[in-house]
């Protein structure tokens, strides 16, 4: 195996040895199967081509100081995934299953587990996907579920510092009454123009307005929002808005510190109020909000007036990735230790 440079890792796909499998054929889920190779052999009328039915997860394991290897919250990802195939009307993979895929693969990836303290982490990617021939809308008769692993770095090159966002208003992420809440391709698909609109005006990332209304701040285009004031952890309500399992984590450890929490329409004019913002999810945990500009409307609202993280996104942060890497303890038994 090459030396990697686990220190200077960016974030990506990078090959392992090993991902496994499950197939669904005749009504139910077959045994768990590893495999070298990296691709798929699939037909081309699979649904997943022509209907979107597909959908995917994100996850981390982590080395901790003991050597042990954690993986944190697999439970959360095995319900969402669940929650998702019920909306797009797949196949459900059962919780045990997706959980012992998960170990699985990990175990058999052990030596690509970036070293602790080395800021990297072994990002764990379940997909699955309709594989059933099908010309007319119906959902698949068969599927496949894989899990691959890729050791990365931070999401933004900066890992824990501010960024600035930016409000996208012509383009939607997700109908209120679609599939926003669900975590299918076809979502981020949807993001990729806002994206790149945000990117090319110097921005880190896009957010988006509630598509109905456009007054209430949903989330970024990968990851969810939240604001801090008066001792006060918000975080947007909207029927599209994916329930982030990162988000769901620091509510607790909010809660956990004394924090009131509140999970509520957020006007775009309360922006002004925040004294810190984040962005958090798997691949980044927070990333702390400098400013949030609306270039549409010549409006900047700036959060971080110092331009660094505020101490409660800190405290924050580092509980999480202190419970990830086993240095505080586990007491919601969120991790799963790789035996």
């Not at 982030?244 to 004019?269: F, H, W, Y």
Request: glycine share 8%; with cysteine.
């Amino acid at each position: 195996m090459e030396t990697l440079d686990w220190s200077n890792l960016g974030f990506g796909y990078r090959k392992t040895d090993y991902n496994v499998r499950i197939y669904y054929r005749n009504g139910k889920w077959g045994e768990l199967e590893t495999c070298s190779e990296e691709t798929i052999p699939m037909h081309m009328a699979a649904t997943c081509l022509h209907y979107g039915q597909e959908c995917f997860e994100g996850l981390k394991a982590f080395r901790g100081k003991d050597g042990k290897i954690r993986i944190f919250r697999v439970d959360e990802n095995a319900k969402r995934m669940q929650s998702t195939c019920r909306g797009i009307l797949m196949a459900e993979l059962p919780t045990e299953k997706f959980q012992e895929a998960i170990c699985k693969v990990v175990k058999l990836n052990e030596r690509f587990v970036p070293p602790y303290e080395s800021g990297a982490s072994l990002y764990i990617r379940p997909l699955l996907i309709g594989t059933g021939a099908q010309v007319g809308v119906h959902p698949a008769n068969e599927y496949l579920f894989i899990v691959f692993v890729t050791p990365v770095g931070p999401y933004f090159k900066g890992g824990f510092a501010t960024n600035p966002y930016v409000i996208i208003r012509e383009y939607d992420r997700a109908a209120p009454l679609g599939t926003g809440c669900f975590k299918v391709g076809g979502n981020y698909a949807a993001s990729l123009r806002a994206n790149q609109k945000a990117h090319d005006l110097g921005y880190s990332c896009e957010f988006y307005l509630d598509s109905k209304e456009k007054k209430y701040i949903d989330e970024a285009g990968a990851a969810n929002f939240f604001g801090i004031k008066n001792n006060t952890y918000i975080t947007p309500k909207s029927t599209s808005i994916l329930p982030s399992i990162t988000n769901k984590s620091l509510m607790q450890l909010a809660k956990d510190m004394g924090i009131a929490v509140e999970c509520r329409q957020i006007p775009e004019e309360e922006l002004s109020t925040f004294e810190e913002a984040g962005a958090c999810g798997t691949a980044a945990v927070i990333s702390p909000i400098e400013r949030i500009d609306d270039v549409e409307n010549n409006k900047s609202y700036v959060i971080a007036k110092d331009g660094k993280p505020g101490p409660v996104c800190t405290k924050l942060y580092n509980k999480l990735r202190a419970i990830q890497y086993g240095d505080e303890p586990d007491v919601h038994n969120w991790i799963t230790i790789v035996e």
